[in-house]
């Protein structure tokens, strides 16, 4: 409460915090009095303390999330998708195009990933495009080309989710649902893949918090399903030599803050090939459970991203060396 | 073209801007090659120029957006919904209760909004919220009664809608259909309600740029649908005075880049009441065609954003001296 | 404390604590336990209570500052320089070069803006430019030439103050003291011109918070000069169509903060001069106590800032504005 | 050029470039004329373009640094202070105490950090603190420990400058000068050790772009001294949970753009020691050239920054990781 808050108007904010089944404790300081509130997080938090006369701030000590939070769950989730899984030890490497074009192109692509022992394949056929003048992705005949490359490869396929009116299909092909950064906060969505029965990979928005990204989470996992995978992908800043900032803090932070695996997104947030390797690399570092990175056979021709994917032919020594990394911070891909 | 560009590396970008029925025009400097390109806008963005070797960077210099473009209409886009107008002289003063939580609140605040001469009444029934624990708004029965506000004070209604399975029903009762900021880049939502018949309001998002929410609104355009009504509403920086940073500058710089009108949404913006009233009038002063603002009877009951609405019994005020500044501008409201 | 927190870990917050003189208030929950701490702020901000095993996060609920808090003194402070004032129903009109170039183009611009009634001429001779390859300003030999300016018109002059080892001769000449954006955070000149007997413009830096300018005026005030105006000029954000954007929140934040005066200087933050009109009729609407632009007579041969500078051709339309808009609220210039 | 720019406006821009010894070429397009300049970088930084009438954007294609580019000159930069060395293969390891509290606290840090191998010693004596009520370093009697510091370990200091009247002191005893983050665009500062013969250490300001720093790095190479070693350490974003976002994406775009070595201060971006460790991984393995951390035998008491220092006790286990990453990378410590 302000320095000239009335005794009135302190009592109001009690009385209503103990209507509401919390305890209030006043201490009344030389220069505000402060009312500890100590009830549920999730009631706590829909209270409009903020909007009663008198009141200068509202501080939560406890975070708004519950379900994903490591001070529910110590051990680390896993995730599993045919045998392939993320989490704990398990560090999982997605690769593949950024976006299904071709048969021809796709296919290509995901034996040169499955031969350098990548553990998940990925392939954008429903594409969120800034300009309504790019290409829009490929759509329902995409997922019958991503089937085809699992058949081929073995390989689990993960792909975006962008329309709770595609929900079927997707749920039918894909062996993981992408929920993109710029639906993370579409929590219609998130409901929908909640109720899902396979694994979710959430990314960030880019303008999104680490606890925004959890609350997210929790839409997922409130809905009964906990098998989310976080993803940082980079974030809006001011800096203007790369595409976003990859917030690297975030995977420490998260990998505190939550029981759910985290990857790293460094093709999104890079948006330029020469940063892939050293942002990738540093993800691992920095305790990553995983990567997902864009791969296309001549990126000078790709429709989306080429600026950013991995030409096919240098694969092979980016995954090299994602091993070898993987491999000194006792991580086990597969 | 970076300094150590070999003249194959030249060629082919040049032979690919042909191929896509561009031309180029190649600049030879000590430090680096420069390849000037004139071609449709549309086709030039689409093209991976990036991906090419020896590429160092590619400076797009006309604006990806069209459809909205001063340059394309120089005049200005007025915007009518049962008779109220907004854009070029006429200023649109949007007021009401932030959610539809009841009946009576909702008709308590039409009644005073309406008294005070406001032109649209706001009020949202699908609410987006942070927190799957925090009230998620009235749904279809909200919509009924916004409907019966409409009855009783004749101003047209503004509501959010979320999720493109309720289209129908939003179309059906809004004047006015609102893209909330964080579907701003929701693309399959933007083009459902680029196909209907009612004029939409988009916020932009808090992570996105002035260049983004006019691609949002190329979207929607692009399907036919002119009624395009921009909304500055804050974005996300390194400030945490206030919940949003509102970006003020946005105001003269969509006015100069395209014919549709601008208003602002100090209340999201500032998240706390007394700043409601200090940007609202930096608004009108920066030129904004509009405002929209959330008002209560009891702020302090409300089940969302409660410190950010205006108290009903403050709005005869507030009302004043947005009048005052409207007509010193020129600016007609009606 | 977190969740884990030990008894003896508690004990040894709390025992820190009554060491430094504060009083401590334990309250147990289920999932943290908070221990409210009440003592001088000062005090309280040194202790390291964040780095003692156990506690999970540090919420200071008082304000670091307190000489230039609005609690400590609730009347607004006027600046006053050769009898123009700043502060309270006192709007400041502060008008120059953004560099002194030249005798002429200083007392040309000089004549444009006295005409037009503005209550202080601004002008920099110690220039800090991003590159070492740019105009740095004419040094001690602009400082005669402001000095001219004044005997011209009349006007007190306001220039900036880079390097500690020039607080005299600018201490001199000046009548109000400028210490610019990047220079805010430069703790040793801000005690210098603390103990300097002439008021002080201090900007806000782009990456400054509020707080953090409250406290860089706090380090001036300490050392004795009371006389500080404060400088709103625009944050480093994501948006790219400004070259900073304008956080017209910041003036009515500190107005409820501080006693101080609050400017704004609109050229700085756009970038471009068609946008310090609405930029500068935004400040005056928010509530500033003045603003600080840039004029030249002829903008395209700036040595500094040239895309920004009013043409001193328009100044009159410029300031006539200002002054309409000043009248409506209240204002007085003089 | 804008779409409306006249004939006679693009001629007066030809002129002014061609006044300027630059050569023009001028291309016209349906909706924009496009005037491309070849010439001295420098020189066209400087002509105010922005300022004609007609002029829409000025892009600049060269970069505005020069002597510190990779462009001017392909080798690392390797920077060597009583034998240890810093850049090419070389990373250096720097650590020590945030402060110089005491004699004690410094020796017994310096003793620590010397067992596991560091290759220099850091030490603020000079604090720039955000309040002016927080403890502002020993000053000179500081540099006397460090000096013995040095004595007692053989490694070679690393201090802070802060005041341009200091430089005498802070040259004689320190091996490698710091500037602080808040002074990066502190240019008289820059100048002093640009004169200085000892290497400098030169921090990214919390919002300064990657260019920004190669700017501040260009005015100290610029005056003769080319030993400056770059060091990210969090740039000021809108997340909230790390105190800054560590940039390590500035690390590969850094080694791209310049020759000089760049480090990485982990622990100031995330202001708690739990991250530090992770994000001194993430640096190495992005591939900087060092780190710079801060150790503490009590951080619980530590005068600044208590919450950040690594515990002397852990120390070891610290040192260990860094190392066996290092090495995995190629890179010779020593």
């Known amino acids: ?7 009135e108007q302190v009592d109001e904010v009690v009385a209503r915090l103990e209507e509401a089944g919390a305890s209030a404790h006043v201490s009344h300081g030389r220069d505000a009095t402060v009312i500890g509130a100590i009830g549920e997080r999730e009631l706590l938090a829909t209270l409009p303390l903020e909007g009663f006369p008198g ?7 406890l975070k708004p999330y519950k379900l994903v939070s ?3 769950r110590r051990d680390a989730t896993v995730i599993e998708a045919r045998g392939r899984r993320i989490g704990d030890q398990y560090f999982g490497f997605i690769a593949g195009p950024c976006t299904v074009e071709t048969r021809e192109q796709t296919l290509e692509t995901a034996r040169v990933v499955h031969a350098e ?12 495009r800034t300009s309504p003048y790019a290409f829009q992705g490929l759509g329902a005949e995409g997922l019958e080309i991503l089937a085809e490359a699992r058949e081929l490869t073995g390989l689990p396929v993960v792909t975006e989710l962008m329309d709770p009116r595609d929900v079927e299909p997707v749920v039918e092909i894909a062996d993981v649902i992408q929920i993109g950064a710029r639906n993370m906060q579409n929590f219609n969505l998130l409901s929908e893949v909640g109720r899902a029965p396979k694994p979710v990979l959430l990314k960030r928005g880019p303008a999104s918090s680490i606890e925004e990204l959890l609350m997210a989470a929790e839409y997922v996992v409130k809905e009964g399903n906990t098998q989310v995978i976080l993803c940082e992908r980079g974030i809006k ?12 803090s975030a995977i420490p932070v998260l990998k505190h803050e939550t029981h759910l695996p985290v990857i790293v997104d460094p093709s999104h947030a890079a948006g330029k090939r020469d940063l892939v390797l050293p942002l990738a ?10 990567i997902i ?3 296309h056979p001549r990126p000078e021709e790709a429709l989306c991203d080429g600026p950013q994917q991995i030409p096919a032919a240098e694969f092979a020594d980016f995954a090299h060396e994602i091993r070898a990394l993987a491999s000194l911070l006792g991580k086990t891909i597969g």
Chains 1, 2, 3, 4 share one sequence.
């Open 237 to 248: 800043t001011f800096e203007r030599s790369t595409r976003y900032t990859l917030d690297i």
């Open 293 to 295: 990175v864009e791969v």
């Open 1 to 7: 409460m302000g320095a000239q808050a009335s005794s």
């Open 117 to 128: 022992g990548v553990t998940m394949l990925r392939g954008g056929v429903f594409k969120p």
């Open 55 to 61: 009141v200068e701030q509202v501080l939560p000590i």
């Open 281 to 290: 690399r540093a993800a691992v570092a920095a305790g990553a459970d995983g």
């Open 70 to 72: 490591r001070e529910l």
